[in-house]
Each structure stands twice: as structure tokens, then as C-alpha cells.
């Protein structure tokens, strides 16, 4: 069992920045890949970026490519996107989520965390 607890979204103007957190419970952390995903109204949850089990490999959607980077610490349980160069349209709720697999779809995520909101005004 992995509970997934998020937080540092907020609302911040285009352009600015922000670092999301991801901490897990449990001690087999290290043991799941992790990703982020967001939603926006009306819209379907989609893909954003995921990282390897050791944090050598990464993921990202075409749309946040060299503005978004997604680490992790072993150490700590945690997993950080950090969010630059922000835009209206990345205002969502955004979600971590764990798996079992490297890299899988939407549904081969087994632990979802509850979200934060990011709103970008223009």
C-alpha cells in the first residue's frame, strides 16, 4: 500500500514558476515508477511526465518539454515537478501516481494521490 500526498500548487502568473511535491508513505518507495498528470475542466486526465524507479530515466508530454522537469528523492519518498516558464493553459489539478511498471499507461497506475491545483493567470 503506497498513500501519494501532493502539494505546492497555487496560483502564479504566466511565466513564473512552481515545484510540486509528491510524498509517498511506505517503505517501498523506491519500488514504484511515479508520474504526474493533470486535468483540466471538461478535459480528460493526460499525461505530463514519469521517471524510473532510480531516477536515471525520464518522461515527458510534448507540451511541457524544457519546461518541466520531474526528479525524485529515495531518500525522502518524495517525487518534485518542477514547472517553469508557465503558461494559461497549464492550469489544472495535477496528480502523482505510482506503479509497479516502467513507463505504462494511465490505467497500469495502481496509487493515485489526491491533487493540487495550479492555476496560471495570463
Known amino acids: 500500500q503506497l498513500e501519494l500526498v501532493e502539494s505546492g500548487g497555487g496560483l502564479v502568473q504566466a511565466g513564473g514558476s512552481l515545484r510540486l511535491s509528491c510524498a509517498a508513505s511506505?517503505?517501498?518507495?523506491?519500488?514504484?515508477?511515479m508520474g504526474w498528470f493533470r486535468q483540466a475542466p471538461g478535459k480528460e486526465r493526460e499525461f505530463v511526465a514519469a521517471?524510473?524507479?532510480?531516477?536515471?530515466?525520464?518522461r515527458y508530454a510534448d507540451p511541457v518539454k524544457g519546461r518541466f522537469t520531474i526528479s525524485r528523492d529515495n531518500a525522502k519518498n518524495t517525487v518534485y515537478l518542477q514547472m517553469n516558464s508557465l503558461k494559461p493553459e497549464d492550469t489544472a489539478v495535477y496528480y502523482c501516481?505510482?506503479?509497479?511498471?516502467?513507463?505504462?499507461?494511465?490505467?497500469?497506475?495502481?496509487?493515485w494521490g489526491q491533487g493540487t491545483q495550479v492555476t496560471v493567470s495570463s
Open positions: 501516481a505510482a506503479s509497479r511498471y516502467l513507463f505504462p499507461g494511465i490505467p497500469q497506475y495502481d496509487y
Open positions: 521517471i524510473s524507479w532510480s531516477g536515471g530515466s525520464t
Open positions: 511506505g517503505r517501498t518507495f523506491s519500488s514504484y515508477s
